[in-house]
Structures are given as structure tokens and as C-alpha cells.
């Protein structure tokens, strides 16, 4: 039997209509039948709701000119959303956390480790029992192995691949020169990709010079991944499977682990026939991929190593591209900001008489405000959830209980106008005076126990990439500069092209 791809929002025909909406109706009812009893399902009811999904737009902008008519006056929408605050707040199933004092209480102690389900929905991107989504016990054991492999002697002599490909990159954007604007998003995916997977692999995949021979993570399956979380019957996996977003999940799928399958095979013949790769007996003083590291040294099954390195694969491809990307994009409508850097960069970079070290990059203090000022209006990954499997008592006065979840949005706290004024506004110079208390306010991978394990790697990359540009190039903005929309999601994700216009730079 076969079954008709439907785009995730409606079916088209009448029957096949009326079978989606019962479904989904029942779906609601079963979900609200216990702690909003009062409130009652129709098939109208479940129609409006969905349709109101399809305006995304107006439905999450409060300050779009249709929010008025098409939410606020409709009676439907305000039902629903009644019975949704009536039904979360009887049953205390989630709590937003907004307070310092709370996220702390909550992020940095050794207990409810375990990721939300809303993460599972991420599996195709990041593996079953992967870094970021593995649930706590395994995730103990996996963050304790592959840990010593991101030492600073590791990242040293990261730093030359690093270089290599960023030259490609630069070299790249001379076709560029004094044309007119164009989208720079390819161009940092391309060379982040190239940079992880050497170091991660052991294997140069030359995606700069040949973009078709590399199958990247594209907008499709972020689109398809956040649809998911936003639209609540694509949870469902019989309704998800059934959808275009479903088709591209397991065409994703279906390709990546088979890429991902031949290179652990690969590696592992090489391995089995070299004897030159060792391993120190300090951990991990000799650059050696991670992958070599782990088929040498974890005991890991080979589904646990291929999740663990999707996870590490994905975040420390996308988000570095991501934070280049948009650094670059502020930097190219702040003059006074670019100027401010490009002093900085010849003093410290242009006027060495050798190559920069690591020590040379992590020292540029106005590179790290903004690239921090870039993470705190975009933040990689959009909010942190938790499942709270131990009773807590927060410093707010709230209490959440055993079997709830806990859901920190990292994007509304670093735009929220009590810690940064001028939210808006990109202002580097907000972090010279950030003291300890911020700690859990700033939280652009995370925080605490649980954080990003390659932070500082992705800092240093991040920091040669835009040095690197910031010096050959002159950045201006677009023709028809706007601001960058965002989509809803687990991880962050522009729904327009980010595009800039560059000048050779003389000094």
C-alpha cells in the first residue's frame, strides 16, 4: 500500500481530509482530556487551529500588522490558547525559566541531565545516542572518553588545517571583489565542512573546490526538523512519516549514515594497516582525528561512534558557519565597529613577524566581544530544555516537580532589556564590563555541567575565519539591507539569504 505525501499542513482531498482531522482531533482530545476537561474538540475547532498554523508568520509576531484580526479577534485561536495555558498551568507539565538564579539552579548541578523529548525529533542530524541529545547515563560516558581530544594541544595544532582552508575561502572572494552583493552562507558551510571533517576524520574532502561532491546539511532538513516541533501533529510519527518533511528525513537519513558508515569503514582498514597513528600515554598530545580516536580507544559499538560523530559533525559544522556568517554580516553594516576590529587585528595579527598561535588568536579581547555580541543577537541554538527527574526547588520561589520539563529560551534572554539594553542594537562593547553574574544570562552553547564540548574549538575558528576575511576585505552592506528573519526551531536557521558586497583592502 502505498501512501500520498501530504506538505505538512493540509490534505487536499475532502476524505482524505475529514481522516486527518479525526485523527488529529483525537489526538488533541486524548492529550487534553484529563487536565481540561471542560474544553471540547470539534472538528471546526481542530480545522481553525490549523489553519491559523499555516500563518506562521502573523501567528508568532506580535507585532505583525494581521496579528490584530487574525489572532487577537479570533475567537477560535483565544479558545485554544485558553485551554492550552489552563491545561500546562493545572498540570505544571512545563515551566519557562527567565531568572539568572534559576538557570543556575538548573544548569550547573550534576542531576536532571537528561534533554527534553523535543530533542529526539533532532535524531536524523545528530544520532540516537549522540553528545547533544543522549540521554544522561550514556551521555556520562561518552562526554568522559572523547573529552581528552579537545586539550589545547589538540586545538594548537588544529590551527594550521584551520588556516589552510580559510585561505581557500579568501582566495575564493576575489571573484567577488566589487560586484554586486551576494549570499555568503555556501562559501562558510563549504569551509567549515572541509575544516571538521579533516580534523575529525583524518580525511580532506575538498568541498571548497568541488561544492557537488559533497552532500550537505541543507535548509531542507532544518526546515523539515523545525516544522516538526512547530506544528504538533507532526510529532506523531504516523502523521510526520506521511508528510513532505517525512520524505526529506529519511532521504537525509538514508544518504548521510551511508556516507558516514563508509568513512568509519575506511578509517578503520587504515588504521588496522598503520602502525604511525599512536596514541600518547598523556591522552592526546599528537594531533590525531577524533574518529581514529574513538575506533582506538572508546570501545564503542560502531552505531554509538557513528552518532557521536553526526553530533559532532553537525554543531561544529553549522554553528561556526552560522556565527561566521552573521558576524559578517554586522560587521559589514558597523563601520565603526569593523574599523575598531581591523586596528586591533593589524596590531596583534598583521604586524607579527610569524605565523599567529593559538595563545595570539585568543587574546584578541575586542574580536571576542564581537563575536560574543553576534551569539547573544543570534544564538546558535535557540533554547535548552530539561527533564527534571529530581524534585527542585528554584531560587525564584518556583518548584517544579519529579516528571516536568524545564525550558530556558536562550534567544528571549539575550533580548530581553533588563540584562542588554538596545537588544536591537549591535554593540560589542556591552561585554568589556560583563562581571561573573552574567554567567547564566550569556548562554550561547549552553552552560554548567551539560555545555558544548567543542566551545573553544569553534571560538578559534570562528575568530581565524573572520580575521582572515577582515583583513583582505573591506565589508559593506547589501543594496537592500534588511533584517535577518529567523525561523522558530531547536537550532538556529535564516530564512532569507545573508548577503554583503567586499572591496579589496589595501594596508
Not at 543522549?134 to 589538540?154: E, G, L, T, Y
Not at 585561505?167 to 571583489?177: D, G, P, R, S, W
Not at 532544518?222 to 506544528?231: C, E, G, M, P, V
Not at 508528510?243 to 558508515?261: A, C, E, M, P, W
Amino acid at each position: 500500500m502505498t501512501h500520498r505525501c501530504y506538505d505538512g499542513m493540509m490534505p487536499k482531498t475532502n476524505a482524505t481530509e475529514h481522516h486527518f482531522v479525526s485523527s488529529v482531533q483525537n489526538i488533541f482530545l486524548f492529550h487534553f482530556r484529563k487536565e481540561n476537561s471542560d474544553f471540547e474538540w470539534t472538528e471546526e475547532l481542530v480545522l481553525k487551529f490549523i489553519d491559523l498554523y499555516r500563518e506562521k508568520e502573523v501567528l508568532w509576531n506580535t507585532k505583525h500588522p494581521k496579528y490584530y484580526n487574525k489572532i487577537k479577534k479570533n475567537d477560535a485561536w483565544l479558545q485554544i490558547a485558553n485551554a492550552m495555558k489552563k491545561a500546562t498551568d493545572k498540570c505544571c507539565k512545563i515551566r519557562n525559566l527567565k531568572s539568572a538564579g534559576d538557570i543556575l539552579e538548573l544548569l550547573s548541578r550534576s542531576r536532571n541531565l537528561n534533554k527534553t523529548d523535543t530533542y529526539k525529533n533532532l535524531s536524523p542530524l545528530l544520532g540516537r545516542n549522540g553528545l547533544i541529545i543522549a540521554d544522561a547515563d550514556i551521555w556520562r560516558v561518552h562526554r568522559k572518553k572523547i573529552s581528552p581530544s579537545f586539550n589545547k594541544k589538540m586545538l594548537e595544532n588544529s590551527i594550521p588545517i584551520i588556516v589552510e582552508n580559510t585561505k581557500i575561502l579568501v582566495e575564493q572572494f576575489k571573484n567577488k571583489v566589487d560586484q554586486s552583493e551576494f549570499g555568503i552562507r555556501e562559501f562558510l558551510d563549504n569551509c567549515s565542512l572541509d575544516i571538521l571533517c579533516e580534523i575529525t576524520t583524518g580525511i580532506k574532502l575538498r568541498t571548497q573546490e568541488s561544492p557537488e561532491l559533497f552532500y550537505k546539511v541543507t535548509d531542507e532538513i532544518l526546515h523539515a526538523l523545525n516544522a516538526r516541533i512547530l506544528q504538533p501533529w507532526l510529532r506523531f510519527d504516523f502523521i510526520f512519516r506521511l508528510s513532505k518533511y517525512g520524505k526529506i528525513t529519511r532521504d537525509f537519513v538514508k544518504l548521510h549514515r551511508n556516507r558516514q558508515k563508509k568513512i568509519i569503514n575506511e578509517r578503520k582498514k587504515m588504521l588496522k594497516n598503520c602502525e604511525e597513528v599512536k596514541l600518547s600515554t598523556e591522552g592526546c598530545e599528537k594531533m590525531m582525528p577524533l574518529l581514529d580516536f574513538l575506533l582506538k580507544e572508546s570501545n564503542f559499538t560502531d552505531e554509538e561512534i557513528e552518532d557521536d560523530v553526526l553530533s559532532i559533525m553537525f554543531a561544529g559544522q553549522d554553528a561556526p558557519a552560522v556565527i561566521t556568517t552573521l558576524c559578517l554580516y554586522e560587521l559589514s553594516r558597523n563601520e565603526r565597529v569593523q574599523d575598531k576590529l581591523l586596528d586591533e587585528l593589524k596590531n596583534n595579527i598583521l604586524n607579527k613577524n610569524c605565523e599567529p598561535t593559538f595563545d595570539d588568536y585568543m587574546n584578541l579581547k575586542y574580536l571576542d566581544f564581537v563575536i560574543k555580541e553576534t551569539m547573544r543577537m543570534y544564538p546558535p541554538a535557540l533554547f535548552v530544555g530539561r527533564k527534571i527527574d529530581e524534585d527542585v526547588h528554584l531560587p525564584s520561589g518556583y518548584f517544579l516537580p519529579a516528571n516536568t520539563s524545564a525550558y530556558i529560551f536562550i534567544y528571549k534572554l539575550h533580548h530581553d532589556e533588563k540584562y542588554y539594553p538596545n537588544h536591537d542594537e549591535f554593540i560589542p562593547e556591552r561585554f568589556e564590563n560583563i562581571d561573573e553574574s552574567y554567567r547564566y544570562i550569556y548562554i550561547p552553547f549552553s552552560a554548567g555541567v551539560r555545555n558544548c564540548i567543542g566551545q573553544i574549538f569553534g571560538l578559534i575558528e570562528i575568530k581565524i575565519l573572520v580575521s582572515s576575511v577582515l583583513l583582505k576585505y573591506r565589508l559593506l552592506p547589501a543594496i537592500r539591507t534588511k533584517k535577518i528573519r529567523l525561523e522558530v526551531g531547536t537550532v538556529l536557521h535564516c530564512l532569507d539569504t545573508v548577503s554583503l558586497r567586499i572591496t579589496s583592502r589595501k594596508l
